[in-house]
């Protein structure tokens, strides 16, 4: 889809100021939108490459098929001795 832009900006100047916010924060926000997935793109790929990441998680994965995970309440068990014994 094509879009005019002298048409649009010859709309934009006929509409009362309130609605000329409005139409800048909406542009405002696609320009965020467009950032994030920008960068959350870029975060996908990096984290791709992080093989550490990769063998955390595959071991994550093996950890909950045999069973050994841990509910909330364990782990923060296991936090506060580990942080008292040192």
């Given at each position: 889809m094509s879009v005019d832009r002298e048409e649009l900006k010859r709309?934009?100047?006929?509409?009362?100021?309130?609605d000329a916010l409005e139409v800048y924060d909406f542009i405002e926000y696609l320009n965020m939108k467009r950032k994030k997935d920008t960068i959350n793109e870029m975060e996908v790929e990096y984290l791709a490459k992080d093989e550490g990441l990769i063998r955390q998680v595959q071991k994550s994965c093996e950890d909950r098929r045999n069973g050994r995970i841990y509910s909330k309440g364990q782990g923060l068990e296991y936090f506060r001795k580990s942080?008292?014994?040192s």
């Open positions: 709309m934009i100047d006929q509409i009362p100021e309130q942080f008292e014994e």
